[in-house]
């Protein structure tokens, strides 16, 4: 079994930051991308930020500048530093991690969510 822990949501005001955490664990073999996904309601999962094993980062046009992905491989986690928070990032944010398992499965796997809310 894979399992995929989020933390660091809440609520801030326009202006703020916050940094989300996403932590693997079960039997895994290894890790390839990590990643960040927001959904709002009545809208489709968005990527925001992913980042692969070498380190390479890909972000959505609209966090460029404000948010940070990085990765811990030895802690199994990927995190987002987000600064400068507009209302707009309001949404839930999903991790998405993409491995294989101790059977040679490959596949992605995501998180719980957490909610983050910036009021103006």
């Known amino acids: 079994q894979v399992q995929l822990v989020e933390s660091g949501g809440g609520l801030v005001q326009a202006g703020g930051s916050l940094r989300l955490s996403c932590a693997a664990s079960?039997?895994?073999?290894?890790?390839?991308?990590m990643g960040w996904y927001r959904q709002t309601p009545g809208k489709q999962r968005e990527l925001v930020a992913t980042i692969t094993i070498g380190g390479n980062t890909n972000y959505k046009d609209s966090v460029k500048g404000r948010f940070t992905i990085s990765r811990d491989n030895a802690k199994r986690t990927v995190y987002l530093q987000m600064n400068s928070l507009n209302p707009e990032d309001t949404a839930v944010y999903y991790c998405?991690?993409?491995?294989?398992?101790?059977?040679?499965?490959?596949?992605?796997?995501w998180g719980q969510g957490t909610q983050v809310t910036v009021s103006s």
């Open positions: 079960g039997r895994i073999f290894s890790i390839n991308t």
């Open positions: 998405n991690v993409n491995l294989i398992d101790s059977s040679g499965y490959s596949g992605n796997y």
